[in-house]
T-cell receptor
């Protein structure tokens, strides 16, 4: 089953605009990670935020985490056409087995038009 | 290139045939994961190794699926008697450590399986 749910499922913006994607999850986590995937390709790691962190920046990316609401957001500022891709949040959490693994949401498909 | 590599990148097979995929993780990484991804969906967890020990298997991993990591380095995923529903992208990832707040996973490019 998929723990994370991204919102919106699809987002279409113009170059230069900001893009915000949200992720909600269900259980306690060690960390939350955002990945990017170009069509038919592998996943590229973007940023990791620990459960005791509230905000993190990396270049044009800004991630927030609210563990009380079990939600995270990814903001891409000054978007470019090259940012067109699917974006996934993944939570690193303990499973029933006692081991932690990554669980992904269904993703947000971002289209940035020139 | 010292990233995660998967082989083959694409595989077309006839229904009923067996297929095997290989994953070479980043060399110092002790954790290795297999995921499956179908069109329009996020990756779904299949199984997890810490060194050579297979510590967890998803219920998605039916009896026709088997994974190994014999020396704690590369891993193989075999699907026996393939079905059309097995058509998907199979992704491998690796990470370092025993889990916890800083465990960052790195993914390979995936093996796209098409069962005809």
């Amino acid at each position: 089953s998929q723990q994370g749910e991204e919102d919106p499922q699809a987002l279409s913006i113009q170059e230069g605009e900001n893009a915000t994607m949200n992720c909600s999850y269900k259980t306690s986590i060690n960390n939350l990670q955002w990945y990017r995937q170009n069509s038919g390709r592998g996943l590229v790691h973007l940023i990791l935020i620990r459960s005791n962190e509230r905000e993190k920046h990396s270049g044009r990316l800004r991630v927030t985490l609210d563990t009380s609401k079990k939600s995270s957001s990814l903001l891409i500022t000054a978007s470019r056409a090259a940012d067109t891709a699917s974006y996934f949040c993944a939570t690193d959490a303990l499973r029933n087995s006692g081991y932690s693994t990554l669980t992904f949401g269904k993703g947000t498909m971002l289209l940035v038009s020139p | 290139d010292t990233g995660v590599s998967q082989d083959p990148r694409h595989k077309i097979t006839k229904r009923g045939q067996n297929v095997t995929f290989r994953c070479d993780p980043i060399s110092e990484h002790n954790r290795l994961y297999w995921y499956r991804q179908t069109l329009g969906q996020g990756p779904e967890f299949l199984t997890y190794f810490q060194n050579e020990a297979q510590l967890e298997k998803s219920r998605l991993l039916s009896d026709r699926f088997s994974a190994e990591r014999p020396k704690g380095s590369f891993s193989t995923l075999e699907i026996q008697r393939t079905e059309q529903g097995d058509s998907a992208m199979y992704l491998c990832a690796s990470s370092l450590g025993t889990g916890g707040p800083d465990t960052e996973a790195f993914f390979g490019q995936g093996t796209r399986l098409t069962v005809v």
